[in-house]
Structure formats: C-alpha cells, structure tokens
C-alpha cells in the first residue's frame, strides 16, 4: 500500500483503472433488464489529478493489458497482470422450484428437451466452452422466442449482449466482443460475407476487440451465439454437412402464464441449483459438446434443403423426371456439358462449369477415375469418357413435409394448482401467450 491510500478520496479509486499506460473510468449503466452493464470510457490523467490531486493516482489498480476470463463461479477482475472484461455474475443457486423455467424450456426444445437443459448447463457451468448456434425459428408471432432470450439475459446480465445482423459488419465490434454470449434477433442474413462471419465466430478462438476510444486488443473469445428469426427456412443458408447450428422450430404456447418472465427470473436460483446438481457433462463427442447427429432435426434438415442453390433444385427435378418417365436402369452416367446441352441449351446462367460445381458441392458426386463406355442421357447412344454417376436411390426420395415436425411435443394443460401440472400429458387446448 502506498504512502497516499488514506487519501479522503480513496473510496473513488476503485472507479478508475490504469491498462497500460492509459486511465479508464469504470462506468456502470442501468439496461432496460435493470442490469448493469460496466464501460469502460477513457479518461485524461490530467483531469483526474484535476479532480483529486496527484496523491490519488498512485493507489489506482494498475494492469498490463485487457484479457477475457469468463467464469460463473469463481471470478475475479484481475487476472494475473490483466483487467478481466468478463462481468461478475450475480445470482447464487439454491434449491427450490422452477415450474415455469421448465415449461419454457419444455415449450423451446420440445422433443430434444434433455439436449436443451444440457446447452443451458454448459452455458453457466463451462462459459468458456464452444457449443452451436442455437437458432430459434417461426413465422408466427408471440412464440416464446423472445422470451427465452430476455430471460436468459437476467441471468447472464453485462456478460449477453442482444445485436442485429447489421452489427457484425459494423467497423466497431465493442458491442459483442467481450459477450460471452450474443443473440441476434429478427434474423434474415443474406450477404455471403455475414454468413461466414457467423460461422467463424461460432468457433473462433481470439478476436481483435476494436471499442471506441480505445486502442485495438486482442483477448480470447468464448462467445455463443443465439439466432431468433420468423423466417423459418432462409433465415440464412447452411451446408447440407454443417454442424455447427442447433435449430429449434417454436410451435404455439399451449398455456397461459402473461407473466412467464417475471415468475421465471424468481426461478433463477432454483434453476441454477438444478443445473449444477445434473450429471457431468461428456465433452468427448464433439468439440461443441453435441454431435452431428443429436442436432439433426426436422427444422434444420429444411433449412438445408432451403439453402441449396436455384440449379441444384431445377436438377432434383429434371433428374427425378427422368427416372420416373425416360430411364429404367438405376444408375445415370452424364457429363455436366451433356447436361447443359440436353436440359438448359439457351439458359446462359447454367454453364457446363457451373453444373460441374453443383455435382461436386451440392449432390457431393465424384467423376469416373478413368475412361468408361457409357449410355448417355439418350439411352440408344454410347459415348466414352469420365461421366457422373447419379443413383436412383439419391434422387427418388420419399417426400417429407417441409413445414410440419415429426413429432410434437405435448406440454400439459395448466391446472388449478402448480403442482398438478406435470400430472397430465393428455392434448393441450390452451394458449400461452409469452
């Protein structure tokens, strides 16, 4: 402790910080969650001894640089030599019910329920742990969507932050860089470069934080990324081999509670024990804690089959008419320029180079290894050389609905009292509005 640390203005110091060889002020801002949210704005050294004098500076925190440490349960704003942007949290679990937590979760992960509660697990116990982007979808209003967003913004406060699409293009990433989670409402992203940028930061490892009125830094980035959108299959494109997305198709509420978030934010303690109380974790499947396999739903497989290019889509057709009224066998050998010639010979937007692409890319097709015979498109023609394979089996699938699941989850009926709602699973009537 210095010579000046019974200044009269001690109680103050702790509001400034010194990173480097610039001061900050920590500045504390009240959001609409009635969450604070700390800032850091820069501050001159000469107006803080204006203020307070010379003998006030020798007791401000001092730090080499800025770092991220996120942890819910131990933390600490120093970090080593580094200034931890990672905000406090602020709740602390304690056994008790959390009735209308479960119905919400039950209502947004529905039949994949056990894989939500394990997202939400990971989510407070491992902050710096990677998982997928979890995108909630429904064209129709008042689904919940928002709901579990806000609520997982009190409990995860300064350390969430709600952006647009339109931020991530944005010179400043000040607004989501030091989140360790980000949500991104109303989405419809089209632009190829937003997409990718989603994708990377699902998994990056470090980012060049650029914040106003501070020097650039790079610190660790454990961000998740959380997606809501009313557009259900083109909220933006994903690879048929993706696996980086979990996404969750939010049906009608079937019960009514106008005041779901409110009773949920007193939940938040109990919900935190219960979290902490479920079985550990196995982090060895995949490096986002879920398989390929355990995201695949209904809802994502649509939104890949959405994604797929115009021409892609026009040769499901052409070929599935093929085999159903021109070619008996079960497997077409042809050429993307035998293509382009007996399909699209006056459409200049499909060039035999472009049909070669979407072989490749999208039906995932490889070209025959060496010179064969084969029938062409015309089945009374023989031709040589190194043709495609396109199986029957591919391309005459049985057909799914795009716009309905599999299975539906079915929440009980709200009763006269809490505890009997979890005692009838029979067909819900009522409506929740959330």
């Known amino acids: ?136 979808v429904s064209k129709e209003r008042q689904t919940g969507k928002s709901t579990f967003i806000d609520w997982l913004m009190t409990i995860f406060g300064a350390n969430m932050v709600i952006i647009n699409p339109a931020d991530l293009s944005r010179e400043f990433n000040g607004s989501y860089s030091r989140s360790n989670i980000i949500a991104i409402e109303e989405t419809l992203i089209e632009k190829s470069h937003i997409v990718e940028k989603v994708k990377a930061l699902s998994t990056q490892k470090t980012i060049n934080a650029n914040l106003k009125n501070i020097n650039d830094f790079q610190i660790p980035f454990f961000a998740k990324i959380i997606m809501a959108s009313n557009n259900e299959r083109k909220f933006m494109k994903i690879d048929s081999e993706e696996i980086r997305f979990f996404v969750r198709k939010i049906a009608t509420p079937t019960v009514t509670n106008h005041n779901i978030l409110t009773d949920m934010i007193t939940e938040i303690p109990a919900f935190l024990y219960e979290l902490e109380s479920m079985p550990k974790l196995d982090f060895s499947k995949s490096r986002m804690l879920f398989t390929g396999e355990e995201l695949e739903n209904d809802s994502l497989s649509s939104v890949k089959n959405e994604s797929h290019s115009w021409l892609y889509k026009e ?30 010979p006056n459409n200049s937007n499909a060039s035999a180079s472009y049909i070669k692409d979407v072989l490749i890319d999208e039906f995932k097709l490889t070209r025959s290894d060496k010179i064969i015979s084969y029938k062409c498109l015309n089945n009374d023609v023989f031709k040589t050389g190194t043709p495609y394979s396109i199986s029957r089996s591919d391309i005459i699938t049985q057909e799914i609905e795009e716009n309905e699941l599999k299975t539906v989850y079915k929440l009980p009926i709200f009763k006269n009292s809490v505890s009997e709602l979890y005692g009838n699973n029979e067909p819900v009537t009522e409506i929740l509005s959330f």
């Open 1 to 136: 402790m210095s010579k000046y640390s019974k200044s009269p203005f001690l109680k103050n110091q702790s509001n400034y910080v010194r990173v480097g060889i610039d001061y900050y002020k920590v500045l504390e801002k009240e959001d609409r969650y009635g969450i604070k949210r700390t800032e850091l704005k820069k501050w001159s050294k000469d107006e803080i001894k204006l203020d307070y004098g010379n003998q006030f500076l020798y007791d401000i925190d001092k730090y080499d640089d800025f770092i991220l440490a996120p942890d819910n349960k131990k933390y600490s704003a120093k970090h080593g030599t580094y200034y931890n942007l990672y905000a406090q949290f602020t709740h602390k679990p304690k056994q008790g019910d959390w009735t209308w937590t479960k119905v919400l979760i039950q209502h947004i992960f529905q039949e994949q329920y056990e894989l939500g509660l394990k997202y939400l697990q990971c989510l407070y116990l491992f902050p710096r742990q990677a998982l997928p982007v979890l995108v909630l």
């Open 315 to 344: 040769l499901i057709g052409i070929f599935e008419d093929y085999f159903n009224n021109q070619f008996v066998g079960e497997t077409l050998k042809c050429t993307p320029k035998e293509i382009k010639d007996n399909f699209f």
